[in-house]
């Protein structure tokens, strides 16, 4: 068995990769036109039926260089607050730690923990914070930001975070049902991401 092992290597160096990477794709999605004509046949007096990829826009085309700019769309359930904003970076706070997303990164999902995101556009930097989510980083420098709430850093009132952290911390303490827990403890993390990203 390991006396082939070198020709198995040699053989998969030299292969090629015959299926496109999904940036490489066309933006239009093929239409079957042997499925067309078939349904026409059948059916004729009946529209074929559309997928939902037919009722959605074309996607930008993945530039061949990388672009300066990020452009950021930060979507929140009420309101939008940045809607195809070019900027320098984003700093994201994902369940697997802070990531930094500059132009031309790698297509990408995150989900959001409770945190700060940071938008950086030259010297200016607007630090909100999230309290979960997801970020969709596509491989065209566009990423789209849709959290549960968010709200800048500077409109958060310290006293008030430390006040809800010892009532949190007291109800876990107290609580004496699985969900109380959980409730206590989701509030626990939130106040404690907060006072975090207040005092660091």
């Known amino acids: 068995m390991l006396r082939h092992g070198s020709r198995f290597l040699s053989r998969a160096t030299t292969m090629r990769w015959r299926r496109p990477f999904s940036t490489n794709l066309a933006a239009d999605a093929p239409v079957d036109s042997n499925f067309l004509e078939s349904w026409r046949k059948a059916i004729p007096n009946v529209e ?46 994902a369940t697997t730690g802070q990531m ?28 909100y914070f999230v309290s979960g989510g997801f970020a969709f980083v596509h491989a065209n420098s566009f990423a789209d930001i849709i959290a549960i709430e968010a709200v800048p850093l500077d409109r958060v009132d310290p006293n008030l975070v430390q006040k809800g952290l010892t009532e949190f911390t007291q109800k876990l303490s107290t609580a004496s049902t699985d969900v109380e827990k959980a409730e206590a403890q989701i509030g626990v993390d939130v106040h404690s991401a907060l006072n975090a990203a207040l005092t660091g």
Do not use: C, Q, W
């Not at 826009?57 to 990388?66: K, L, M, V």
């Not at 930094?100 to 630090?127: C, F, M, Q, R, Y």
């Open 100 to 127: 930094g997303v500059l132009p031309g990164h790698v297509a990408t999902i995150a989900e959001l923990k409770p945190g700060v995101l940071s938008v950086h556009e030259g010297n200016d930097v607007s630090k």
């Open 48 to 93: 074929p039926p559309k997928t939902p990829s037919a009722f959605m826009a074309t996607r930008p085309e993945t530039p061949s260089s990388i672009p300066s700019k990020l452009t950021v769309n930060f979507v929140l359930p009420y309101s939008s607050e940045l809607s195809g904003k070019e900027v320098d970076m984003v700093i994201i706070p």
